[in-house]
């Protein structure tokens, strides 16, 4: 650390002026500072531009895809018939009647107060193949236990029954298949599969029962007509009835439903107005963050400054292929003849009402018409955004370069400055040290002057 001397000799304030000579040392490295605070704020922004040009990508590449637009909804005439509309759908209208739910096999066991011996258990599936299944204990709760914890698609529960003449306590197993269809059917055996047989087939002995047997769901199309179909499944839910179309029944229903499937003209103009909203958004963050603005100080002095994009040429590019390719004629016909407008202040705006009429009078050539776009955007877009080469991207990492080198500039500057400073001390410090000394010696010389003067007076 510097001594302070401040004015011990000069009477010079020289703290302050070293402070003042080192703010004037320090102009460069502000210049430095200034320049990343500008780079930083630049980053900044062009990092919200990427980000909504990735997200018109994506929306653009999605919209762009074979049968994006390929939109429909369904309709069931009956709550019994639910209906879902799922890609390659396709205009169509069936009468289905609901002859029968699926369901699993569900049996109880005779009441009885532990599994009997041999522990044992033999579960056969609707494939034939046996499994042996044996429990740590004939308690109905190990049973249960070494059940559930199988591979044999049943579960057990124990319930309880009521007590014997002895006051002992009875339990019953409900035994139910883990999926439902006629393949979920099983038969449960006491003993090792070798020994199965109806006799010891514990779902038919005496005292069990049969609770629901296994059953698959089934739909009758054209009932009554020459061309009548049953069609099963093993759940409720049947695919592809009609092409893209699964339905799921949740009750039989004897009366014929019917299910109409039919373009979704309000799914496509969404998808339209998602793609046009996307481009208005980037633009909206460009001219933001080119826009002049002009602020007054204290005196009144107007000051006129332009936002961080403007003068960028890159920027400039981007937004001028954008807004090519959402304009561009298509096939001689403007985008605006199908409700993409391009505005007379160089934005693109959404007319739903013309883009309904059009869809409606011409629907083929709309949706291609707005796939042309899609692709063209999704080109543009993704050279801009894109994570790697992105035009975008890479100024962003220029930036991002130039900052670290700054960085390291103003690092350098502050081990200069710092070495400046310690100069100014010292010299600043020394020249008072020199000037007391002087003052010193003329002190003395004075004084010797001075006593030379009375000796002579004297004499």
């Known amino acids: 650390m510097g001594i302070s001397l401040d004015g ?30 500008t780079s930083n704020t630049m980053i900044s922004a062009l990092q919200g531009l990427n980000t909504r040009m990735a997200t018109l990508a994506d929306s653009a590449t999605a919209a762009a895809k074979v049968g994006s637009l390929d939109l429909y909804s369904a309709t069931s005439s009956s709550p019994a018939l639910t209906v879902a509309v799922a890609t390659g759908a396709s205009a169509g209208e069936l009468q289905v009647v609901v002859s029968a739910l699926a369901q699993s096999q569900v049996g109880v066991s005779a009441a009885m107060a ?16 046996p499994l042996e299944i044996t429990p740590a204990s004939n308690s109905l709760d190990d049973v249960a236990s070494a059940i559930n914890s199988s591979t044999a698609g049943v579960t057990a529960t124990k319930v309880a029954s ?24 099983f038969r449960v055996y006491q003993g090792a599969a070798a020994d199965r047989s109806d006799a010891n087939d514990v779902l038919m002995a005496s005292g069990s029962a049969m609770i629901k047997t296994a059953q698959n769901a089934s739909v009758t199309l054209w009932k009554g007509t020459s061309a009548e179909q049953v069609i099963t499944s093993a759940t409720n839910s049947f695919t592809d009835l009609l092409p893209g179309v699964s339905v799921t029944a949740s009750a039989v229903f004897t009366d014929p439903v019917t299910i109409a499937v039919s373009r979704d003209d309000t799914k496509i103009s969404a998808v ?114 894109d994570k790697y080469d992105g035009a975008l991207t890479n100024q962003i990492r220029g930036d991002q370069s130039q900052v670290k080198n700054l960085g390291d500039q103003i690092s350098a500057w502050d081990v200069r400055l710092a070495s400046r400073k310690s100069t100014l001390q010292r010299t600043y410090s020394a020249m008072e040290v020199l000037l007391s000394n002087m003052k010193a010696q003329s002190a003395a010389l004075t004084s010797q002057l001075s006593s030379l003067s009375t000796s002579t007076t004297t004499r």
């Open 8 to 37: 011990l000799s000069s009477g010079l304030d020289t703290t302050s002026l070293i402070t003042q000579l080192m703010t004037a040392e320090a102009a460069p490295q502000n210049l430095l500072k200034t320049q990343v605070t």
């Open 114 to 129: 532990a599994w009997p011996s041999p522990s044992t258990i033999t579960i056969v599936g609707h494939s034939g193949t």
């Open 162 to 185: 009521g007590v014997d003449g002895s006051g002992t306590k009875l339990y019953r197993l409900q035994f139910s298949s883990k999926t439902t269809g006629a393949d979920s059917s």
């Open 272 to 385: 339209t107005k998602g793609l046009v909203d996307s481009i208005s958004s980037a633009f909206v963050l460009i001219a933001a963050q080119t826009a002049v603005s002009t602020t007054t100080d204290a005196s009144g002095k107007s000051t006129t400054s332009a936002g961080i994009f403007a003068g960028d040429s890159n920027i400039r590019d981007i937004r001028q292929k954008t807004l090519d390719a959402a304009s561009a004629p298509i096939n001689g016909h403007s985008p605006s003849e199908y409700g993409i407008v391009l505005t007379r202040t160089g934005t693109i705006t959404f007319d739903p009402d013309k883009f309904a009429a059009a869809l409606v009078a011409d629907p083929t050539t709309v949706m291609a018409a707005v796939q042309t776009i899609a692709t063209r955007i999704a080109t543009v877009a993704t050279a801009a955004s």
